[in-house]
């Protein structure tokens, strides 16, 4: 490894562990990186010059200011990333700063149309956020629906009022129209379940190198699976990896009719079978259950879910209503990741 990709990827290294412990000292950075004392403190003065990081407020009595025990963290500031969590009624958009806090949540209505409006619909609402915060340098979209490696989306679900049997539908271009809208923005579009799967990924501070997040919707009902394989997100060949789908539709046909008369845990009695399936293929260390289908359920309800998986010898947990939300909050860490690999790229080389 050259000189130059040496301290990117160290430069990487720092930032990426600041921003999953919030703040460290360099005496801590240079335990968790495994780097020299003095390499970290190049490193810090190089994201210090940037202003990406700044004194943290948990000051551990270090009287010596940017010594190594005063503690740093990213600065929030620095830059706000947009993301939105696109549902068939509803957007939930959040805006978070590049320290992963938050800074503004709402939950916009949607009006469906043909799925080929949709763009216009993003872009309509992207240019309304903008207005009101000049701080925004990049958007993570998460969409229920197979994002394929050019960008374009498509999905198998009934989205359309007062459609009639199986709808496949597509849009192509969806990423090329974002960004040519917004072109000095770092935009990323991803599947739900992939997002959710990265936002699990750094919430654990990658604890584990393999399970999956799948995400169980009822209004209408969709269910996808986010594969993280070694540590790294894996799609497949053609973006649609971890996709659960029926082939005959019998089963999803089913819980399309019951589910406005049939409570979460007879509806995941019903999917119980294909989820175990699809456990036992990929072989995860954990797997976390999310959607809509979990965004009320109470204690019991949870139990008894988490029961329907006592015979198999995996790890479960139901995300519920705190974490409804992830698929975006994951998005904004993709748009993260993009927008500071080029960051980082084009600073000069000491």
Same mark, same amino acid.
């Given at each position: ?13 720092? !930032? ?23 390499? /970290? ?19 551990? %009595? ?18 706000? $990333?947009?993301? @939105? ?5 509803? /957007?939930?958009?959040?805006? /978070?700063?590049?320290?992963? @806090? ?48 050019? %960008?374009?989306?498509?999905? $198998? ?24 809208? $917004? ?13 959710? %799967? ?90 976390? @259950?999310?959607?809509?289908? !979990? ?13 329907? $998986? ?28 993009? !927008? ?11």
């Amino acid at each position: 490894m050259n000189k130059t990709n040496e301290r990117y990827f160290n430069l990487a290294k720092l !930032f990426n562990t600041l921003r999953l412990e919030g703040s460290s000292t360099q005496a801590e950075l240079k335990e968790k990186l495994g780097l020299q004392a003095s390499t /970290i403190s190049y490193l810090v003065n190089d994201l210090r010059m940037k202003g990406l990081v700044r004194n943290s407020d948990k000051n551990i %009595g270090s009287p010596k200011v940017g010594k190594p025990g005063q503690p740093i963290e990213l600065d929030n500031e620095y830059a706000y $990333f947009l993301g @939105l969590y696109l549902e068939e009624t509803f /957007i939930d958009a959040h805006i /978070i700063g590049i320290a992963d @806090l938050e800074i503004y949540s709402q939950r916009i209505p949607l009006v469906q149309e043909n799925p080929e409006k949709v763009p216009q619909q993003v872009v309509h609402i992207v240019r309304n956020i903008l207005s009101l915060y000049d701080n925004i340098k990049g958007m993570g979209v998460a969409v229920k629906s197979v994002v394929d490696n050019d %960008g374009n989306i498509s999905s $198998f679900k009934r989205t359309l009022i007062g459609s009639e049997g199986p709808k496949i539908w597509s849009v192509q271009g969806f990423s090329k129209a974002l960004r040519e809208a $917004f072109p000095d923005l770092h935009i990323v579009v991803e599947n739900d379940a992939n997002c959710a %799967g990265t936002y699990c990924q750094a919430v654990t501070k990658h604890r584990y190198e393999n399970f999956m997040t799948i995400i169980i919707n009822n209004k209408p009902f969709g269910i996808g699976c986010g594969l993280i394989l070694n540590d790294r997100l894996y799609k497949g060949g053609n973006g649609a990896a971890g996709e659960i789908f029926f082939s005959d539709r019998n089963l999803q046909d089913l819980i399309e009719q019951q589910k406005n008369g049939k409570a979460p845990v007879q509806i995941m009695e019903l999917l119980k079978e294909s989820i175990i399936k699809g456990i036992y293929m990929i072989d995860p260390q954990k797997v976390y @259950l999310s959607g809509s289908l !979990f965004s009320q359920i109470d204690e019991q309800t949870k139990k008894d879910i988490l029961s329907l $998986f006592d015979t198999i010898p995996y790890l479960v947990e139901v995300l519920v209503e705190a974490q409804y939300s992830l698929p975006a909050k994951g998005a904004v860490l993709l748009a993260v990741d993009d !927008f500071v690999m080029d960051l980082l790229a084009m600073m000069d080389r000491r």
